[in-house]
């Protein structure tokens, strides 16, 4: 690619214009699992943010040295070893929420958003447009995960990040906390978002 | 941990701990694949023999190899790497000597090192301290579960694509995040029959 589009743009079309959950409906696996308390959320995001920036730059910087047949190896090997170190910092400073999350952290390594910003951008990129493009996409996913957790999290537990924001009569609505809830909440938000927007309907797919 | 029947653990696995619909586990390729019902039953079939195969093998890999040299914190890359080089292996042995089914199944194959559902399977088994047989059970369950889900949902798609009028925006993923819900709801009308964890 000869002509890059300036950063802002490259960090504003991961936020938003092609939001990998919302738009590319990818990773979406973890997006489900852990959006039923604000503090898991959270957690899950910073941890996502930071394996997909690092990754895409040691992807980046290894590009011109990647033997091509071997590349997808080599991409899932530097996301899993991100992925260790964030697992063990949350295991050593946050052991609950570590508990809470479960398998969820070391699934960021099957994460599609991660390997697909690799093999999509950081492959054929410079280093710095990378880290960008990573940043943008990593916190455009963290937007909407805590969108949904807003949704989630008052409905279900009457709370929001363990303050108790619904007033003492409410009847939480428990199935907003187990499976069903989370894919209602995405399925009607992605309906909101294609109907206001639908000429971007036949985009590349 | 007492240990659990394995044969329980299999009709937990399919029914109230479905991976899918409770654990929300292979969804990318169970929304890009759920269109036809005919590639949607040759990935499922795919899928519940790698997850039932590499399950009982992470299984031997960590307690047999990483526990005893304490490596337990290779284990993510330990377990990638085992169900990359076992996906890999089958294609080959299937390319060679069963070429009809690599046209029907093999194309399939390479997607599945990706799928979460195959490496959050070997996860759960160490989280659960499963032995040999259980994980075993534990995985064919899991993908027999998986597939089941997404036959159903291509099932549905398809009757939806020929009949129903949907209003704008909700075609595609939307109304298929919708219908899984509904499924998923369908389903825990099994929990409580079974319970495991």
């Known amino acids: ?205 | 941990m007492d240990a659990i029947n394995p044969l329980t653990l299999f009709f937990a696995a399919i029914f109230t701990n479905n991976i899918l619909l409770t654990n929300f586990l292979g969804l990318c390729p169970f929304l890009s694949m759920s269109g036809q019902k005919k590639s949607a039953f040759g990935m499922g079939a795919a899928v519940v023999f790698v997850m039932a195969s590499t399950t009982a093998l992470n299984n031997l890999v960590h307690f047999k190899v990483l526990v005893p040299l304490g490596l337990e914190h290779f284990r993510y890359i330990v377990f990638i790497v085992v169900i990359a080089a076992f996906v890999q292996m089958v294609e080959m042995t299937v390319e060679r000597f069963f070429p009809a089914l690599y046209f029907s199944l093999g194309i399939f194959l390479p997607l599945i090192t990706v799928n979460c559902a195959i490496f959050g399977a070997s996860l759960f088994m160490v989280i659960r301290e499963y032995d040999f047989v259980q994980s075993l059970a534990y995985g064919a369950g899991s993908g027999i579960g998986w597939m089941l889900a997404i036959v159903a949902i291509s099932a549905i798609r398809e009757k939806l694509q020929k009949t129903a009028k949907l209003p704008r925006g909700l075609e595609g993923p939307a109304i298929t995040l919708i219908i899984t819900g509904l499924l998923a709801l369908a389903f825990l009308a099994f929990s409580g029959m079974i319970r495991v964890q």
Not at chain 1, 132 to 151: E, H, N, Q, R, T
């Open chain 1, 1 to 205: 690619m000869p002509n890059l589009p300036p950063k802002k743009e490259i960090f504003l079309t991961g936020l938003w214009k092609d939001n990998p959950v919302l738009r590319q409906i990818l990773g979406i696996c973890s997006t489900l699992a852990v959006t039923n308390l604000m503090v898991n959320t959270l957690v899950m995001d910073l941890g996502l943010i930071f394996t997909v920036c690092m990754s895409s730059l040691t992807v980046s910087l290894l590009r011109k040295v990647t033997p091509l047949r071997i590349r997808m190896m080599v991409q899932t090997l530097i996301i899993a070893s991100y992925v260790i170190i964030v697992d063990i910092l949350i295991k050593a400073y946050l052991p609950d929420i570590s508990e809470a999350l479960g398998p969820y952290v070391a699934l960021i390594i099957t994460n599609c958003i991660i390997m697909g910003r690799c093999e999509a951008f950081a492959r054929h990129n410079p280093p710095g447009a990378s880290f960008i493009d990573g940043l943008g996409m990593s916190l455009g996913y963290s937007l909407v995960l805590i969108a949904i957790a807003f949704i989630r999290e008052p409905l279900g537990f009457g709370t929001l990040l363990g303050f108790r924001v619904m007033p003492q009569g409410f009847v939480h609505w428990t199935v907003m906390i187990m499976a069903p809830g989370a894919f209602f909440t995405l399925g009607i938000m992605v309906w909101i978002l294609k109907y206001f927007r639908p000429q971007t309907g036949e985009e590349k797919g």
